[in-house]
């Protein structure tokens, strides 16, 4: 209640009439100041103010300020706030389409992912498709980058995790993907992954090469697997009656803006990516090729086990058409 009292989607001062009115749209991240994401929507703000002339602003509150991802968006869908980035997981719980995307080999990379979540004859209706019962639409996403599997000791094909103890997010698919890559899925939440592989009650994890060494993994599991499973993704969720509200052109500019914002992150995270793989080769970490088509073959078997729609199958399949493009 002391939340919902102290924050609104939107502020807004400004002379009587509209004329020089100020609207602050407030966003809720759970990454750090200094991870591109944090990086990307601070230049979104700035561009943002200069092309509206300080009509439309955006307040990130990093760190999880507001709550973890879960939080920030049923704050969305109540309208407290108007933005948040969460993760595809979030979204599959609420529509089992969006577990397309969260699908091992959807993508082969990065590039490919943006070219997907930024077609609107691909995504067009799913973005929309929580509006009405949910009170928030999807604008589009920033790319996690590619994940792969990081260990106390070498892994180059699934037989080499036999017996290992991998922490995956709480989802089923996540835990169902290491487990056909040969490991014991094991759910943990984030902030503890370090500790538990330390002491030995994990034997590694799957992320990307920026998680890996912002969360010192590497010192702890200093083997990493360049298994490519996953190319993870977060998406921007904005309060559909805070869109709907806003001037025509100022709605344009917004949507413009977040376009751009998007596209720049994916530079900021190839940067991130080059200076992790550099930060964790010189703390000791070594970087392992894998047999790429044994992981594939053992990841095959999901699509029929977690497309069980035909709406999931075409998404999946205009997914994977776009990838030769």
Not at 43 to 56: H, K, N, S, V, Y
Not at 115 to 133: F, M
Not at 236 to 263: C, H, K, P, Y
Request: aromatic content about 6%; proline content about 3%.
């Amino acid at each position: 209640m002391t939340l919902a009292l102290g924050l609104s989607a939107c502020s807004a001062a400004g002379a009587p009439g509209g004329q020089d009115e100020r609207t602050v749209l407030r966003l809720a991240l759970n990454q750090a100041e200094g991870h591109p994401s944090y990086i990307a929507l601070q230049r979104f703000d700035g561009r943002l103010q200069e092309r509206t002339e300080g009509r439309l602003a955006v307040d990130v509150y990093a760190n999880e300020t507001l709550g973890a991802q879960a939080e920030a968006l049923q704050l969305v869908s109540d309208d407290i706030i108007a933005l948040a980035i969460v993760s595809g997981t979030q979204l599959e719980n609420l529509h089992p389409d969006f577990l397309v995307f969260n699908m091992p080999k959807v993508f082969d990379d990065v590039e490919h992912q943006l070219r997907v979540i930024n077609d609107d004859a691909i995504v067009g209706d799913l973005y929309t498709s929580l509006e009405e019962r949910e009170n928030f639409t999807v604008l589009g996403g920033f790319t996690q980058g590619s994940r792969h599997i990081y260990t106390s000791k070498p892994v180059t094909e699934p037989a080499d995790l036999a017996g290992l103890k991998i922490r995956v997010q709480e989802s089923p698919l996540h835990l169902a993907m290491v487990t056909a890559m040969g490991g014991s899925a094991t759910p943990m939440a984030f902030g503890e992954v370090y500790t538990a592989m330390q002491s030995g009650v994990l034997d590694g994890a799957e992320n990307n090469e920026v998680s890996y060494v912002t969360q010192k993994h590497f010192e702890v599991a200093p083997h990493l697997s360049e298994t490519n499973h996953l190319v993870g993704l977060d998406y921007l969720i904005v309060n559909s009656d805070t869109l709907a509200g806003m001037d025509d052109q100022d709605r344009q500019i917004f949507l413009e803006e977040w376009e751009a914002t998007s596209l720049e992150h994916a530079e900021l995270w190839a940067e991130a990516t080059e200076e992790a793989i550099a930060e964790a080769k010189a703390g000791g970490a070594q970087f392992h090729e894998v047999d790429e088509e044994a992981f594939a073959q053992a990841l095959e078997p999901l699509q029929d086990r977690f497309l069980t729609t035909p709406s999931q199958q075409a998404l999946f399949d205009a997914a994977r058409a776009a990838a030769g493009e």
